[in-house]
């Protein structure tokens, strides 16, 4: 399901790669109108910030936690 990588990924150390980064990518598209619905101004700002980081690592990179 959507987001089902990210929601079932340790936020304390791993490593998101290109493959994966690609699939939240889309995700992060397809549920955009769905977050913007919620009015919570903050919330979008940071799902947007989510987005970008999927973008920028689907395309020959990767989301890093520690």
């Known amino acids: 399901?959507?987001?089902y990588e990210l929601?079932?990924?340790s936020d304390c150390e791993g490593v998101i790669g290109t493959a994966v980064a690609?699939?939240?990518?889309?995700?992060?598209?397809d549920n955009r109108e769905k977050a913007a619905e919620t009015g919570d101004d903050y919330f979008l700002s940071?799902?947007?910030?989510?987005?970008?980081a999927?973008?920028?690592a689907a395309h020959d990179g990767f989301v890093a936690s520690h």
Do not use: S, V
């Open 1 to 3: 399901g959507p987001f």
């Open 7 to 9: 929601i079932h990924f």
């Open 22 to 29: 690609a699939k939240l990518l889309k995700d992060f598209d």
């Open 46 to 52: 940071k799902y947007d910030e989510w987005r970008t």
């Open 54 to 56: 999927f973008e920028l």
